[in-house]
C-alpha cells in the first residue's frame, strides 16, 4: 500500500509522523513524498491557533476525496468529533493514543479480509492498546535527511493563552541512558544532526540535572562529526549547566525561544515563567558563547492587556538583540484557555497592524543577518541536488545553493563552504 504522512505543527510532531512511516516502511509499504497515489493518508494536527485547526480541516477534506484518511495528533485530542465530521471516510486516533499508530501496519495485515476502511474503523474503535509517548524512535527517516529525536513531552506550565498543555498533559521526559541508546542508533545509521524535541524542551527532568545534562551525557558519547540542535527553547528552564553545554562546536548556532512579549505586565497577564531581565540574560550569555547566532522567536501580537508601550517595549527589545526572524502570531483565543472569554482583549485591527509591523521589522533584520554571513565559512548538511547544485542547510539555519563539482556527495553529507550571497555558497573542497 501506498502511504502519506502529512504533519502539522511542531518538530514533536514531525518526529512522531516520522516513526509512523518508518513503521509502515518496515512492514513493505511505500511511504510517499507527495499525497497523489496514496491509498491511506494521516494528518498529524496541532491546535496551537484557529489557522493550525482552519488549515487540517481544509486538507482533511481534500485528502478525504481521494482515500481515508486518517486523523491524529493535538487537535485530534481535543475536537475528535469535529473532526469526524468532515467526511465519511475521516478516521480519528485522538493524541493520547497516537503511538498505537507504530502498530497499525501489522494491525492492517492481520486485518487485511476486512478492507482498509473497515480495518481502520476497528483499529480507532478499540480500547486504549498502552504504549509510551516515548516509542518514537526511528533510525531511518522518510521526509528529513536530519533526524529527530524525541526526549520529552508534556508542559507543566499553564500559560493562559495555550491549549497544548491541554491536549499533551504534564511534562514528561525520556531517560539519559535511553536517549544516549537511540542517539549512537542513529549516528550508527550514517546521520550527522540530530534535533532534539520535545514539547518543552528545557523541561526536560528540569528538577534534576536538565537539558544541559543531557546534553552533557549526549556530547560525551557520540562522535565529532555528529552535529545536535535544539528544536525550541522556553526560556524559563535555560540555566547555566544548559548554556555551558552550548559551547561544544557540535551545538548548532540555531537557537528558536518562545518569547511571545517582552512587556512584563504582559509577560504577567499571560501566566509566563519568566520576566524581561531573564530574557535579556538568555539571549545575552547565548551571543557570547556563540559567534553571531541564528536567534529566532515568537511573538503573540495583541495579546489581552498589551497596550501600545507593552508592544514598542517588544519591538525594541527584538531590533536590539538582533533576532534574525521573528515567527509572529496574531492572539488567536483558545476554547478551554483562561483567556478564551478575556475582557481586556486588543482590538483585531490593532492586533493585525501590529504584527504586520514585526513582519516587516523580522524580513529586515533577516535580511542584515544574511548579509553578514557573505564571506564567512561555515557548515552545511547537503538535502536535495538541483541543476547541478545542491542545497543543503548551514549550521545558523540559512539555505544555501551550492556550487561544487565533485562527483561523490549524498544527501546528508556535512560540506564545509563559503557563503557567496544570501542563498549561495561555494564548496571548500
Known sequence: MKVYVYTLGCRVNQCESEAVAKAFLDMGHEVLGKPEDAGLIIVNTCTVTGKAE?????????????????????YAQVSPSEISALGSRVYVLPLSRKQELLGLPLFLADNRDLGLEQALEKFCARKHGGGSVFDYAASGFSY???????????????CAF????????????????????????IQ???????????????MYDHEGRGLGGLLESLLAAVGPDMRFRLSSLEPDHIDDLLLKQLEDPRMQPYFHIPIQSASDKVIRRINRKYDSKHLDYVVSAIRQIKDDPFLACDIITGLPSEEDEDFEITRAFIEEKGFAHVHVF?????PDTPLFKARDRVPESVRDNRALILRNLSESLNRSYLERQVGRENEVILETRKAGRWEGLSGNYMRLMISTDAPFLSPGDLLKVRVTGPDTAQALL
Open 144 to 158: 528529513h535527511t536530519r533526524s529527530y529525536l524525541k526526549v520529552q513531552d508534556g508542559c507543566d506550565n499553564e
Open 162 to 185: 495555550c491549549r497544548v498543555h491541554i491536549a499533551r498533559g504534564k511534562s514528561t521526559f525520556l531517560d539519559r541512558a535511553t536517549a544516549v541508546e537511540r542517539a549512537l542508533e
Open 188 to 202: 550508527a545509521n550514517g546521520y550527522h544532526e540530530i534535533v532534539l524535541t520535545g514539547v518543552n524542551l528545557t
Open 54 to 74: 482552519q488549515k487540517a480541516r481544509r486538507v482533511i477534506r481534500l485528502f478525504e476525496k481521494q482515500c481515508p484518511v486518517l486523523v491524529t495528533g493535538c
Open 330 to 334: 496574531p492572539f488567536s483565543p483558545r
